[in-house]
Nanobody, 126 residues
């Protein structure tokens, strides 16, 4: 019912910045919590950030807090992840996700999301 398409990934040097976008189609995502996960080769999928339906609440993984900012524009049916001060350990495939509920335990666990994007690769060189 909802298609999520990420964009903005690429190659960047350590200390640089990237802005990821996730565009939703099929229906409005204004009633959904939206978030980002990432998965590096050989590692488990990791929670990155989540934002509730109206943008009033956000949560970040400790590893990205202070460097990454999640935001959304419901009029554009889009969620963003601004990534600053990138580190080589940020290298991963980044996935956009949407869920009807904003429950911290579910988002941190990374399971049960209603919709997933196909991912976009972010590579940070040292």
């Amino acid at each position: 019912q909802v298609q999520l398409v990420e964009s903005g990934g690429g190659l960047v040097q350590a200390g640089g910045s990237l802005r990821l976008s996730c565009a939703a189609s099929g229906r409005t995502i204004s009633n959904y919590a939206m978030g980002w996960f990432r998965q590096a080769p050989g590692k488990e999928r990791e929670f990155v950030a989540v934002i509730n339906w109206n943008g009033g609440n956000t949560n970040y993984a400790d590893s990205v807090k202070g460097r990454f900012t999640i935001s959304r524009d419901n009029a554009k049916n889009t969620v963003y992840l601004q990534m600053n001060s990138l580190k080589p350990e940020d290298t991963a495939v980044y996935y956009c996700a949407a869920d009807r509920f904003y429950r911290a335990t579910d988002w941190v666990a990374g399971g049960g999301m209603d919709y997933w994007g196909k991912g976009t690769l972010v590579t940070v060189s040292s």
